[in-house]
């Protein structure tokens, strides 16, 4: 973002960690199927998805940990396996990172300290504040919570240029996740970082998100702006006949119905669509982004919850 | 913001508006910075540049250099005149259609509306 | 380099493990071995002949101690972005510095032993076939083998990293056989004068510093080899 406030344009802002027909085999098991997508710079992008959808084998690839079964995976332009000088500018804050058994949580912050260059030591201290950390005490001894709250002090203090955070919260609480959501939002703001964020967790962290991406079995489902997606498609209530009406020739997302009543969620390309929708007599409102999202990746299971505010798709306590 | 209100640049932009609506926002004066924006609704600061630059595509708000976004005079007017012409039929309309399922005519409508307008 | 010397950092991070817990063990050896010289007077009763071979402790924990760098701080370290071919050249300088250090230590002990009588009791713990009559080169000899179990410690780390405890138990029960089968085919042979031989003919500077240092090399290379692919 410009110092007055106003936004790069869109041919200004560049790709800077790119997938081109990527495919990634595991032993029986394929995690990505030829996907292609670019993040942009500066951007926070969100990587939605259900479980096994593919959300954490891809970041994986960006930083490297994992090497394409085939395709091309490039960060800063250069493939980032083994590459010290695109590493070096990225951080990848995983749910499930291990420490060595002994290290306490100051042992983890020096550690990091020295190995990113653009280390910011005063955040780091003051978000260990903010997430009530203990700072002498081993991290074996942490909560789970605690735990998750010190992968996000090292990813927000690394300040590297590009950073993943994949479900970075497990097992912190609402009030510590707000705290992490504050936290990213002022440095972002602050200081322009790329931050791809991977969540099930989809109406907490909607605001936040610029672009979205959403994979669903090893496929990009889609790939856009946030309030594209959300303009994309429309909830539409009322009598089934009429709904059937509205729905033919356009993309039906989701129906759910109890007989002569129904609702659906349907593509929309324009304001006319709505119009239409209102002319059959159907109640029209727009999409949440979690809604939209789990229509698009219910493959026929679950229904729609009623309200926006019901549970994200997956627990986040295990 | 409300995640069923529709896209968020567009919730922003008319927050905004309201407030040139409703005299709040004074003309000339200052508007909400990006940041600011962001900040207190908690949202992506692209995002709530993205309402800023909607207004000033519209003509609402103008950029002084350096400075910031400032609501361009006229601006109450024109918001004024746009919503008179969608007042038929964001209200109107909806209006109707309920009366007539409750089977209220033309001239009881008129009298409600006539009571209510009446100073007690 | 600059990243390669902070990896190398990395290991001195929270040293208790890596750095003082294999002393201390050794330390507990020594004291043991003192109090039974002591009590049992073993230094009247053998002629001073005997030796102990509790020495061997600290390069046996320190191999596990590298198995343990690989396996648990490996994964830590890539998660601060850190290539596995930095972590990998920080940890082998590391090891050549620890190694060297080490050596002088033990060095300065082996002296203190010579100096105070075996620890007034007789005992030989620092001292032992290994003693040559060059200071220099008793450090070297003192760190060549231990460098050879930091980058074999490494290398069984990567295995497991790399196929898990499975591909432990794979090299070992691989080890085992190669061993077991080499002794079969020297007995079947008779060939354990010849092997003899070999030993005695080598030098003590070849055999506890020339050979150990080319398995240090094998061993590395094998190590990195297995690394690359290592997913954290």
Redesign the interface.
Known sequence: ?N?????PSAEESRPVATMHEVTMRFRGHTALDNVSVAFQEN??TGLLGRNGAGKTTMM?LM?????PTSGQVEVFGANPY???SV??R???V?EN????????VT??L???A???PNWDAAFAQSLLADFDLPEKRRIKKLSRGMLSAVGIV?GLA?R?PITFFDEPYLGLDAVARQMF??RL??D??ENSRTIVLSTHLI?EI?????HVVLLDRGRILADAG???L??SAISVSGRSDQIDRFAAGRDLLRREGAGQLSRAVVRVQSRDDRTEADALGLEV???????LVVSLTSHGEATIPPS?DSADLEEVSR | ?N????????QIADQIENAIVDATLAEEAQAP???EL??F???????A??G??QLVADGVLY?K?????FVASGAREQLLKRRRNEFAQLYLRPLLAEADKLGIGAQELTSMINDRKDPR | MN?IV??A??HL??P??PLLLPWAIMASSLAINILIWGVADIAEQTGGRAGTGGLASLYITLCVVYM?AVS??L????????????FYLGTSLFAVGQSFASGLLLYAFLLIERGTGGWGVGLKFFRGFWLVDNAVLQVVIFAVPMLAVAFLGMAVGAVYKRFGSVGVYALTIGAILGLGGSVALITWQNGWPGVGAWFTDQSILALLAGWPLLLALLFAAGGYAGL??V??
């Open positions: 973002m110092v007055d406030g106003t936004l951007v926070i994986q930083a490297g940990h994992l090497v083994e590459n010290e590493l070096a990225m951080s990848l995983k990172q291990k420490y060595p058994e002994y290290f306490r042992d983890a020096s550690a990091a020295m190995l990113f090292i690394s590297a959501y504050d939002l002022a972002y703001a109406e909607a605001d936040l998100l610029e946030a309030d594209d959300r303009a409102a727009p999409v949440s982004l979690q809604h926006a | 913001m995640e069923d209100g529709g896209p968020i640049f567009r910075s990006t940041t962001a900040a609704h908690r949202i992506n600061p692209a995002t540049a993205k800023i630059n950029k250099r350096g400075v910031g976004m | 990243r902070s990896a950092r990395l991070v929270a208790w493990l343990q648990s701080l994964p830590f370290a890539m998660g601060l972005s850190l290539t596995r071919r930095t690359r692919r997913v954290p």
